[in-house]
């Protein structure tokens, strides 16, 4: 007797992780043909194998197609801060106070999201790390300590979690630029305008057009 193979498909960006999505991207690119497009969306966000696939019937296929299709245009809408979530039984909490935000701290980040898709999960273990004590409204998170473990589990946590802080993440920084003394707005704007290309990059009309 055939084993069943269960097939979950994702509603959301809160049931895709940030690994998948950076496989997704890597795997997509440069590629422009609708077909490949959706068997790599179906392979990475479905967790299915290519020889799995190609056992399921043509209908299968373009059902599971069609509802990745909602998903992944979500990549292009605005996700709010979300500040605590639940990775693997633990909680994890953005930096509470980026004003305090550490030298070493700011840099990783920034250099991080320079580094484009392939390094965003290690931004993200930049600004959000295991909640260490509650006090009413208020958190404090360990303290930063780069670690290739925190890193890689760090690539399970929810897409919309990361798109949520890397779209904060710039914001905040274009805030700045108008309470800033005019000898560090160059510096400011040129930080700006590369976490800006970084989220085009990630959220842009090309991935939109090569996805529908």
Avoid: W
């Amino acid at each position: 007797m055939g084993k069943t193979l269960e097939i979950v498909i994702p509603k959301g960006l809160n049931e895709i992780t940030v690994g998948q999505y950076q496989k997704y991207i890597a795997l997509t690119e440069g590629i422009e043909d609708e077909g490949n497009l959706a068997e790599i969306a179906i392979i990475c966000f479905c967790n299915v194998s290519i020889e799995h696939l190609r056992l399921l019937s043509s209908y299968q296929v373009n059902d599971m197609a069609s509802r990745l299709s909602v998903v992944v245009s979500q990549f292009t809408q605005d996700q709010p801060l979300i500040k605590k979530f639940i990775l693997q039984g633990k909680e994890y909490g953005f930096i509470p106070t980026l004003d305090k935000i550490t030298y070493g701290e700011n840099k990783d980040i920034i250099e991080f999201l320079k580094a484009g898709t392939s390094s965003l999960h290690k931004a993200m273990g930049v600004l959000y790390r295991p909640v260490k004590k509650h006090s009413g409204d208020t958190y404090s998170i360990e303290k930063y300590e780069p670690s290739v473990e925190h890193q890689m589990l760090i690539k399970d946590m929810p897409l919309h979690v990361m798109f949520g802080a890397q779209v904060f993440f710039y914001n905040l920084t274009k805030e700045l630029l108008s309470h800033i003394p005019n000898y560090l707005k160059k510096e400011l704007e040129k930080r700006g305008e590369l976490i800006q290309k970084v989220s085009t990059k990630l959220t842009g009309d090309g991935m939109m057009s090569s996805t529908t």
